[in-house]
């Protein structure tokens, strides 16, 4: 008797999971892929994450694949803004547009 494997995703969610991987490899590796591929894999999670309903098992892939998280929150910022990233993080980076918006504007 064989054994069954046993995914910690439900079914609806394997494909998101397998874009996710392909684009933390790509993100982790730049050089590796083309833009355009790397755009076309971000094009492809972002309808798989349009698509997906934000569950426990959303966040356990997101929690895993952090620059899917990232597409996430851009995606969903209305509801999620920069809830997924560490509060001191997602203030520097607050900070450091405001900053960069004045200079910009020669304030």
Same mark, same amino acid.
């Given at each position: 008797?064989?054994? =069954?494997?046993?995914?910690?995703?439900?079914?609806?969610?394997?494909?998101?999971?397998?874009?996710?991987?392909? $684009?933390?490899?790509?993100?982790? =590796?730049?050089?590796? !892929?083309?833009?355009? =591929?790397? &755009?076309? +894999? /971000?094009?492809? +999670?972002?309808?798989?994450? /349009?698509?997906?309903?934000?569950?426990?098992? $959303?966040?356990?892939?997101?929690?895993?694949?952090?620059?899917? !998280?990232?597409?996430?929150?851009?995606?969903?910022?209305? $509801?999620?803004?920069?809830? &997924?990233?560490? $509060?001191? =993080?997602?203030?520097?980076?607050?900070? /450091?547009?405001?900053?960069?918006?004045?200079?910009?504007?020669?304030?």
């Amino acid at each position: 008797m064989e054994a =069954q494997t046993r995914h910690p995703l439900p079914a609806r969610l394997h494909s998101l999971a397998a874009m996710a991987g392909l $684009l933390e490899r790509l993100d982790g =590796q730049p050089r590796h !892929a083309s833009p355009e =591929q790397y &755009r076309s +894999v /971000a094009r492809h +999670v972002s309808q798989l994450l /349009a698509q997906a309903e934000p569950d426990a098992h $959303l966040q356990a892939l997101l929690t895993a694949a952090p620059a899917t !998280a990232e597409l996430y929150e851009n995606l969903r910022y209305e $509801l999620a803004g920069l809830c &997924r990233a560490p $509060l001191e =993080q997602a203030l520097n980076a607050e900070l /450091a547009a405001a900053a960069a918006i004045a200079r910009a504007r020669g304030c």
